[in-house]
């Protein structure tokens, strides 16, 4: 019933920007938690940024500063800036209904997945 599909995902050179969007479906209005996160060739899914209901978000260090994750009433963002060729990888977004204080950045703990989108930033 609950869907996630992400777009926004593309080619940019370093530096640049891009902005990824989560469109959201279904029971989404139950999710508390809601974040992007990446996996890149080689490389365990890691988390890069969640956002709650009440609008607190958190960011992977790697990230900080650089993205910010924000949403509206059917979807979820990724605004990204200064990007770097370490920052090329599949991007997912992730959501869940369970209440908790702080929304993890525990890949597992989320139930509700989308496909992803490719990113790609060359130097």
């Known amino acids: 019933q609950v869907q996630l599909v992400e777009s926004g995902g593309g080619s940019v050179q370093a530096g640049g920007s891009l902005r990824l969007s989560c469109a959201a479906s279904?029971?989404?209005?139950?999710?508390?938690?809601m974040g992007w996160f990446r996996q890149a060739p080689g490389k365990e899914r890691e988390g890069v940024a969640q956002?709650?209901?009440?609008?607190r978000s958190n960011y992977a260090d790697y990230v900080k500063g650089r993205f910010t994750i924000s949403k509206d009433n059917a979807n979820l963002y990724l605004q990204m800036h200064s990007l770097k060729p370490e920052d090329t990888a599949f991007y997912y977004c992730?959501?869940?209904?369970?209440?908790?204080?702080?929304?993890?950045?525990?890949?597992?703990?989320?139930?509700?997945w989308g496909q992803g989108t490719q990113v790609t930033v060359s130097s």
């Open positions: 992730a959501a869940d209904p369970r209440y908790t204080q702080t929304c993890p950045q525990t890949l597992s703990w989320y139930g509700y």
């Open positions: 279904g029971y989404t209005g139950s999710m508390r938690c």
């Open positions: 956002l709650d209901r009440l609008g």
